[in-house]
């Protein structure tokens, strides 16, 4: 498995992540397109997992947000690669550029139903649930 990261919406990458996420979070979920593919910045950074015959299986993204803190969105797996680590792997790639960069903690709004797979990466819920594109979230954060 490798790891790859862009900034630039010209990108493979980008191209990989927005099609990742438009099988999970449009074909698979139902959300709709309006909701799940908004515009992004510069500043948004896009991480795309490849399996061992380098097709895409994974992805998430970060943005700053304010001094010391990241905002991570987006986490999906293609449903055929779940079960295998990719995600897990994406979060800790997150977690180890954050702490090179001097951030001190990662925020992200966990559908319910995936708080615990959060839970087991040291992300804590913070706040109340909160409805977003129809499903149940909730607010976590992990600190360094």
């Known amino acids: 498995m490798k790891i790859e ?4 919406t010209t990108s493979a990458v980008y191209r990989d992540a927005l099609a990742i996420r438009r099988a999970v979070f449009i074909d698979e979920q139902g959300i709709a397109p309006e909701d799940e593919l908004d515009q992004v910045t510069a500043a948004t950074w896009h991480y795309v ?3 061992d015959q380098n097709q895409p299986v994974a992805t998430a993204r970060i943005t700053p947000e304010g001094p010391g803190s990241w905002h991570v ?3 999906a797996t293609l449903k055929t690669a779940r079960g295998h680590g990719y995600a897990r792997q994406l979060l800790a790639q997150i977690a180890l550029d954050a702490r090179a960069a001097n951030t001190q903690r990662l925020v992200l709004g966990a559908q319910v139903t995936a708080q615990s797979f ?3 990466l040291g ?3 913070v706040g ?5 594109a129809g499903l149940r979230h909730q607010q976590m ?3 360094f």
């Not at 990261?5 to 630039?8: E, T």
């Not at 109340?128 to 977003?132: G, S, W």
Request: proline fraction near 4%.
């Open 123 to 125: 992300f804590q819920a």
């Open 5 to 8: 990261k862009s900034n630039q």
């Open 49 to 51: 997992a490849y399996d």
């Open 73 to 75: 969105q987006r986490v």
């Open 141 to 143: 954060q992990r600190r």
């Open 118 to 120: 959060y839970q087991q």
């Open 128 to 132: 109340p649930e909160f409805m977003e």
